[in-house]
């Protein structure tokens, strides 16, 4: 398993960290699951106060074995005056007095931006967690199709973040269907300013698990799965520490697991021109920033966009469940008025979203 310098925490992290989020689908196989991940080398693990029994059933599996992980939890999101009062709910049902790693989770929205940045919110917290020794480095976590709210997107919000130098890791979403673009800048950002960078929503939700699309070509050589190919893409980028894989059972961790070594043993080179493949395939004109939203009617456009580019571009049919159901409301629309305006691309949006339904 390749290891990765997690930016300046300077902790040796699994390249495959281990995404917790999931525990409760078999909760008969989450110990077996945890401890099988161990054994194939992880020893970076991440959950959360809002992954229903995940903390419960990771203190379970790491009894005894807590000297091997790198444990991260993050904040309940509620409200940023209970975030200490989340971290101490959080250690008894981890079997812990203190974790490596303590995010505020999903900073998705400009409300919780000033949740987190006001005097006394949510990073005042985290740093004070910091301080009472509950927690040795802090993060900030975000999800995927972000709003655009007061002149910012998503990655705005999170290029804001890191440039206030005040976190130790930021978790960002990202797979072979770019969503929110965060390796044009957010990437390269972090990795500039030493941030440990961990990826989520690496299979965009398992959609790139089952089908290997355009993929294969490229990644067949290296890869005996479309997930392998999905998670080793991610880390082909070197300002990429871990990327986070939800594993529920003891044969998806070997599975996932294993791309930890196969990234290992791809020279650098071969790296770099792996991800030129890639690129060259393109992206669909739509960087969901999510500015059209006001004029859309409730119609989600970067889901449609982003959805419908998965499927023609790369060749995932899956995809297409992901926006058909918006069929009749888009087509019953016979304007977007404002949305053109906004646009940075420049289309007329409602004219592409309908072609999205030819
Ligand atoms: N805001 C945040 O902070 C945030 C947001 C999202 C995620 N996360 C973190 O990131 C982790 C990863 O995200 P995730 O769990 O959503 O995504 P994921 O690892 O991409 O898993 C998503 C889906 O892929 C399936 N899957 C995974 N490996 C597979 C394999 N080898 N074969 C077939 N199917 C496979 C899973 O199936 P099963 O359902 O069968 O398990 C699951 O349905 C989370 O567990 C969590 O720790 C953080």
């Known amino acids: 398993m390749e290891r990765r310098r997690l930016g300046r925490t300077g902790l040796q992290v699994s390249a495959i960290g281990f995404g917790g989020a999931r525990l409760d689908e078999h ?8 401890h099988r991940a161990l054994d194939r080398g992880i020893n970076f693990i991440d959950t959360a106060r809002a992954y229903g029994g995940s903390e419960e059933h990771l203190g379970n599996a790491l009894r005894g074995r807590r000297a091997q992980s790198i444990l991260a ?6 409200d940023p005056d209970t975030t200490l009062q989340s971290l101490e709910t959080s250690l008894p049902l981890l079997g812990t007095d203190a974790v490596d790693l303590f995010y505020a989770h999903a900073c998705d929205n400009e409300e919780r931006f000033a949740w987190t940045m006001r005097p006394g919110g949510a990073l005042a917290s985290l740093e004070q967690a910091r301080a009472r020794g509950l927690t040795r480095f802090i993060g900030i976590s975000f999800n995927h199709f972000l709003p655009f709210q007061d002149g910012r997107s998503g990655v705005d919000r999170m ?28 990437l390269p950002m972090a ?3 030493d941030i440990g960078v961990v990826i989520n929503f690496p299979t965009a939700d398992g959609l790139l698990t089952r089908e290997w699309g355009v993929f294969r070509p490229m990644f067949e050589p290296y890869v005996a799965t479309p997930c392998q190919a999905a998670l080793l893409y991610l880390l082909l980028y070197p300002e990429v520490t871990c990327v986070l894989s939800g594993m529920s059972t003891p044969d998806i961790a070997d599975e996932n697991c294993a791309v930890g070594s196969i990234v290992a043993s791809i020279p650098v080179p071969v790296r770099a021109d792996l991800l030129r493949q890639v690129d060259a395939l393109g992206l669909g004109p739509c960087r969901s920033c999510g500015r059209c939203a006001p004029y859309t009617h409730g119609i989600p456009v970067p889901q449609i966009m982003t959805y419908h580019d998965a499927e023609r571009r790369f060749g995932i049919q899956a995809a297409r469940q992901r926006y058909e159901s918006y069929r009749d409301q888009v087509m019953a629309c016979s304007s977007f008025e404002g949305a053109d305006a906004v646009c940075p691309e420049g289309f007329d949006v409602l004219a592409e979203v309908k072609r999205a339904y030819a």
Do not use: C, G, N, W
Not at 27 to 34: E, Q, S
Not at 73 to 78: C, F, P, R, V, Y
Not at 163 to 178: A, G, H, K, M, W
């Open 73 to 78: 939890t993050k904040a309940l999101i509620e």
């Open 191 to 193: 990795a500039a300013r």
């Open 159 to 186: 290029k804001a973040l890191i440039e206030t130098d005040t976190f130790d890791v930021i978790q960002v979403p990202f797979s072979l269907i770019r969503i929110e673009r965060v390796e044009q800048e957010v």
């Open 27 to 34: 909760p008969d196989l989450a110990m077996a699951t945890v």
